[in-house]
């Protein structure tokens, strides 16, 4: 499967923003799908993953209560929203994609935990 990132940008601490994700390539439904975010000098983290059907959810501590995930399998795309964003939360943005047919609903959180990756979407958190 082929995964692609978009929207991100330049926001004022405190406000939102929605990162996009559009896939290709294989069967949408059988993958779960989730956000890891890398910034500047530190290594790539787990933000939130979403089961095949939606029906499971997943967040890091860092931004339970400000992000949430969620999907449309009849557009093939995953979201991230992003509200009450802080200047931490400056990173590139990347989704991930692991088929779970068969498996668990939702992988785990290391990075090595999902097989598909797209290329990034820069979010920048001014304070």
């Known amino acids: 499967v082929q995964l692609q990132a978009s929207g991100g940008g330049l926001v004022q601490a405190g406000g939102s923003l929605r990162v996009s994700c559009a896939a290709s390539g294989r069967t949408f439904s059988n993958y779960a799908l989730a956000w890891f975010r890398q910034a500047p000098g530190k290594e790539r983290e787990f933000v939130a993953s979403?089961?095949?059907?939606?029906?499971?959810?997943r967040n890091a501590d860092s931004v339970k209560g400000r992000f949430t995930i969620s999907r449309d399998n009849a557009k093939n795309m995953v979201y991230l929203q992003m509200n009450n964003l802080k200047p931490e939360d400056t990173a590139v943005y990347y989704c991930?994609?692991?088929?779970?047919?068969?498996?668990?609903?939702?992988?785990?959180?290391?990075?090595?935990?999902?097989?598909?990756w797209g290329q990034g979407t820069l979010v920048t958190v001014s304070s």
């Open positions: 979403v089961s095949r059907f939606g029906s499971s959810t």
């Open positions: 991930a994609a692991k088929n779970t047919m068969g498996r668990p609903s939702i992988p785990g959180t290391k990075v090595t935990d999902f097989d598909y």
